[in-house]
């Protein structure tokens, strides 16, 4: 019989807080930033940060640096929320800002969640990060590029956190069992597979994993001093995936972008696999459609769609393709839509890599090239599998063609 017991420690602090890194060395991942010798680690530990933006998607670490840096430096910190500080409150801290600097103090301003702070309120920073007064430190899920006034983005450095891996947040996981600020002195009987499963269905954030194991160690079995947690506890607290895709976000983009380039691409596998991606996060097929209709205007030179319809032979192939689709935009961890197939429309992404390597097709003798459109974790799926009703015995033929070209100029390439 299961019985529901408390975790809770005496001031009721959610796992992931208690467990929060307080020195760079128990940060997990961002490596490439905080690794032995790495610039960021360099900035920190020798208390010389520069007025910075940390972007990165939830979890994977913005908050805790600062925090680090918080702990390390020793100039005044001060942390702003885009909630509830006005343009008053900002001049104000300002103004003691600026005193400080004349008395040879420093003082560096966090401001989490920066993209929440509309133009009037970021303008408000801008002068006082110019001559020096404050070392500002944002924290963002949003790019800068869209969300950040030009002006203050180009006085700032911009680190990129990536999402941590399933490795770096089962080693979360295992320490928060361990350690006394999470679960250490309690028995708590999980598998490593569990475990698995929580990061992997964390999407790289390590404050969802350990809410989630927080929430299946409450609801675990206890037995005596015991408790263990199943494999059906866990998909009961996971019953529903949360897609991370924000219509307006660059998510959005980037994922339109995968759709519009894959059919250019003449890859049926990897277009429907983008459209379900699409489709089950909640977008609106009316926008799908619109980007259909220009694409077949640019890209195909057919519009008339009703009647091209109606004339056409009839297959539920493509129907059968989007179900299998859908099933892994559903169930699979949502990795990022390859760095190949993403617009640049900014100075800031060109230099990301984002676009790096794309080939247009229509620059091509034969109009397709052999770049990867799939994320890295489904390449060679296929979903759409051709019969040979009406035309599609010749699409067929024709998907063959192009399938054996691409691979035949893969191995070329490597």
Not at 84 to 106: D, Q, W
Not at 217 to 240: A, M
Not at 373 to 388: A, H, I, M, Q, W
Request: glycine share 6%.
């Amino acid at each position: 019989m299961s019985e529901t017991i408390s975790i809770w420690n005496d001031n009721n602090e959610p796992l992931a807080e208690r467990l929060r890194p307080t020195s760079i060395d128990e940060i997990v991942g961002q490596d490439h930033l905080l690794g032995k010798g790495k610039i960021l680690r360099n900035m920190i530990e020798s208390d010389k940060v520069p007025s910075m933006i940390f972007w990165g998607p939830p979890g994977v670490g913005k908050t805790t640096i600062a925090k680090v840096i918080a702990s390390m430096t020793k100039a005044d910190f001060i942390t702003f929320s885009a909630v509830t500080s006005g343009i008053k409150e900002i001049k104000t801290v300002m103004e003691e800002a600026e005193k400080n600097r004349l008395f040879g103090g420093k003082t560096i301003v966090f401001v989490d969640e920066i993209h929440r702070f509309n133009k009037a309120q970021q303008d408000a920073f801008l002068p006082f990060v110019e001559k020096g007064s404050i070392i500002l430190v944002g924290a963002t899920t949003e790019n800068p590029s869209f969300e950040i006034n030009n002006a203050l983005l180009s006085r700032c450095k911009v680190f990129v956190l990536n999402p941590l891996t399933v490795d770096d947040i089962v080693l979360l996981l295992k320490k928060a069992i361990s350690d006394k600020r999470g679960f250490g002195g309690m028995k708590i009987k999980i598998s490593k597979q569990i475990l698995e499963t929580i990061a992997t269905f964390s999407n790289g954030d390590a404050r969802g994993a350990l809410s989630t194991l927080e929430m299946v160690i409450l609801n675990g079995d206890r037995q005596d001093d015991t408790i263990t947690v199943s494999k059906e506890i866990v998909e009961q607290v996971t019953s529903k995936k949360s897609f991370l895709y924000d219509k307006k976000g660059e998510e959005h983009y980037n994922l339109i972008s995968a759709l519009h380039k894959s059919m250019r691409n003449s890859d049926p596998d990897a277009a429907v696999y983008w459209l379900a991606r699409m489709l089950e996060a909640g977008e609106d097929p009316l926008y799908i459609a619109r980007r259909v209709v220009r694409f077949a205007s640019e890209d195909v030179g057919l519009t008339e769609a009703v009647v091209y319809m109606a004339m056409s032979p009839k297959s539920n192939a493509m129907e059968v393709a989007y179900n299998r689709a859908a099933e892994d935009a559903k169930k699979m961890i949502d990795e990022p839509v390859p760095m190949v197939i993403r617009n640049a429309p900014t100075k800031l992404m060109k230099e990301l890599g984002y676009g790096d390597g794309y080939i247009y097709a229509h620059d091509t003798k034969e109009k397709i090239s052999s770049m990867q459109c799939l994320p890295d974790s489904l390449v060679g799926k296929e979903y759409f599998t051709p019969g040979n009703q009406g035309l599609e015995a010749k699409y067929k033929a024709r998907l063959e063609e192009i399938k054996k070209w691409k691979e035949a100029h893969s191995k070329k390439q490597k």
